[in-house]
């Protein structure tokens, strides 16, 4: 078992090596657009409810016994989910809907959500003092989650009065 994690990390060293000379390297994360704020953002409606523009948005719904935290990709549905509903969680809660089940369930989604590499989520709620939802945002929020979404970086036109800066293209 050893040799075989031997090679494996020898592999992972090889493949992320860029070689001398190299003008450019490909990244081929599907989510780097988004992460370099280029990528598309549906607008629709400005009337609609729910709002579609986003990339990830934070959705949390309570039931009578559990509460599920969900992020939600605008093309591809959910792509974390956490539950007070699932065993791990579960056997070190008191109820499924507390106050410690949201402060506990704030914490294991933001961790999920660090270890997937997702730093920035739109959400839509807003928090009342000394309520559930208010005590998992905030703990969502300590545990470095960004509960607002960047701007999208649009193509700047010849004609356009103002031209933002780029965040790559810092003169300094």
Not at 15 to 39: C, D, F, H, I, Q
Not at 75 to 104: M, Q
Not at 112 to 139: H, M, N, Q, W, Y
Request: with cysteine.
């Amino acid at each position: 078992m050893a040799g075989s994690a031997k090679q494996v990390f020898s592999k992972i060293q090889q493949t992320n090596n860029v070689s001398k000379g190299t003008l450019y390297v490909v990244n081929r994360n599907p989510r780097n657009l988004e992460r370099l704020r280029l990528a598309y953002k549906v607008d629709g409606y400005h009337l609609e409810r729910p709002v579609r523009n986003f990339w990830h948005r934070l959705e949390l719904n309570a039931s009578k016994k559990y509460v599920t935290a969900k992020l939600v990709h605008f093309e591809n549905g959910p792509v974390i989910e956490c539950s007070t509903n699932e065993w791990a969680l579960k056997r070190h809660l008191y109820k499924g809907n507390d106050f410690t089940a949201f402060i506990t369930l704030g914490k294991v989604f933001a961790s999920r959500c660090l270890d997937a590499g997702l730093t920035e989520v739109r959400c839509d709620f807003i928090p009342s003092t000394g309520k559930k939802v208010d005590l998992f945002l905030r703990t969502v929020e300590e545990s470095g989650i960004c509960l607002k979404e960047p701007n999208r970086i649009r193509p700047s036109y010849s004609w356009d009065m103002h031209r933002p800066e780029k965040p790559w293209e810092v003169m300094e």
